[in-house]
C-alpha cells in the first residue's frame, strides 16, 4: 500500500515557477513509478511527466523543456519542476504512483495524492 501526499501548489504569475512534491509511504518507493498528472476545470485528466524507479523520465512532448520530474528515494518523495509558468498550466496536479510503467493513462495508476492547486494568473 502506497499513500502519496502533495504539496507545493499556489497562486503565481505568468512566468514564474512552482516545485510541487509528493511525499509517499510505503517500503518499496523507490521500485514505483511516479507520475504527475493535472486536470484543469471541465477537462480530463491528463499525463504530465513520470519517473521510473532508476530514474528515467518521460514527459508529454507539449510541457518538454519548461517541466522536470525528480525523485529523491532517500525523502520518499518525488518532485515536479514547472518554470516559465502560463495560464494554461492552471490546474489540480496529481501525483500517482504504479509498480510497474503502465503509460500515460490515468485509470491505469493504482496510488493516487489528493491533488494540489496550481493556479497561474496572466
Known amino acids: 500500500q502506497v499513500q502519496l501526499v502533495e504539496s507545493g501548489g499556489g497562486l503565481v504569475q505568468a512566468g514564474g515557477s512552482l516545485r510541487l512534491s509528493c511525499a509517499a509511504s510505503?517500503?518499496?518507493?523507490?521500485?514505483?513509478?511516479m507520475a504527475w498528472f493535472r486536470q484543469a476545470p471541465g477537462k480530463e485528466r491528463e499525463f504530465v511527466a513520470a519517473i521510473s524507479g532508476t530514474l528515467s523520465p518521460y514527459y508529454v512532448d507539449s510541457l518538454k523543456g519548461r517541466f522536470t520530474v525528480s525523485r529523491d528515494n532517500t525523502k520518499i518523495t518525488a518532485y515536479l519542476q514547472m518554470n516559465s509558468l502560463e495560464p494554461e498550466d492552471t490546474a489540480v496536479y496529481y501525483c500517482?504512483?504504479?509498480?510497474?510503467?503502465?503509460?500515460?493513462?490515468?485509470?491505469?495508476?493504482?496510488?493516487w495524492g489528493q491533488g494540489t492547486q496550481v493556479t497561474v494568473s496572466s
Open positions: 510505503g517500503r518499496s518507493f523507490s521500485t514505483y513509478v
Open positions: 500517482a504512483a504504479s509498480r510497474i510503467w503502465v503509460g500515460v493513462r490515468s485509470r491505469d495508476y493504482t496510488y
